[in-house]
């Protein structure tokens, strides 16, 4: 069974830029502006809540998410896989009962969502997106995400990652990596489907814990996740 994560050529990326300094973001502004309701879930932590607007611009993400959330499948499942100044990824069903130091990451349900991408929608700090196996239309997991940290890139950082990865960054792209930070070169690859809009900091503690060598936390991080009218 195929492993569900962010893979080599994301990995490489983040390598050849972790060692630059980061900076704390001052805005959680979600990616969509879309004026219709919005749903909105709260995922608990042993670090603090994060409140989460989920896009309307990406409805089958939405609606899954949805319907795992009210069926209780991410209830009690660990954030197994932290990358501090890259994510936080979590929903592995696998996760539920896993003894210590086991590794996490191939658990899913029998069904994948159809990839939904965004020129607006980008991989700021804070951004709910999908996990996925290396399947070539980039459908997403049904279950597990990330969530972005990243970190505030300058410029000249920017205008590296579009020679390592031969594509140009858009304005919106240059304005929010180089002011609230996140994780520019999953752009495109990851459905990013939610926005945290408040508990950005609940990201920073969860990134800053220890890991072993396969990124699981040395303490286990469970969740709970709930639906909330607002």
Same mark, same amino acid.
């Given at each position: 069974m195929k492993k569900i994560t962010i893979f080599a050529f994301a990995a490489i990326i983040f390598s050849f830029f972790a060692s630059a300094k980061s900076h704390q973001t001052t805005s959680n502004t979600?990616?969509?502006m879309d004026k219709e309701k919005q749903t909105? $879930? @709260?995922i608990s932590t042993p670090y603090g809540e994060m409140t989460i607007v989920l896009f309307n611009e990406t409805p089958q993400h939405r609606d899954n998410f949805i319907k795992i959330v009210n069926d209780g499948v991410l209830d009690s499942t660990l954030f197994h896989r932290v990358i501090k100044g890259f994510m936080i990824q979590g929903g592995d069903p696998n996760s539920k009962h896993a003894a210590k130091g086991e590794m996490l990451g191939m658990g899913d349900l029998n069904y994948k969502v159809p990839a939904e991408f965004s020129e607006n929608i980008i991989h700021r700090k804070g951004a709910l997106a999908a996990a996925r196996d290396m399947n070539p239309q980039k459908a997403s997991s049904?279950?597990?995400f990330y969530i972005c940290q990243g970190k505030v890139y300058s410029a000249s950082e920017l205008n590296q990652l579009e020679r390592r990865m031969g594509k140009r960054f858009s304005d919106l792209q240059r304005k929010v990596y180089t002011t609230e930070g996140g994780v520019p070169f999953l752009d495109g690859?990851?459905? $990013?489907?939610g926005q945290v809009?408040?508990?950005?900091?609940? @990201?920073d503690k969860i990134a800053a814990v220890q890991t072993d060598k396969n990124d699981r936390p040395l303490e286990d991080i469970r969740m709970s996740v709930k639906i @909330?009218?607002?």
């Open positions: 979600p990616n969509s909105r $879930v @709260i049904a279950c597990q690859d990851y459905t $990013v489907f809009e408040k508990g950005l900091e609940v @990201i @909330i009218d607002k």
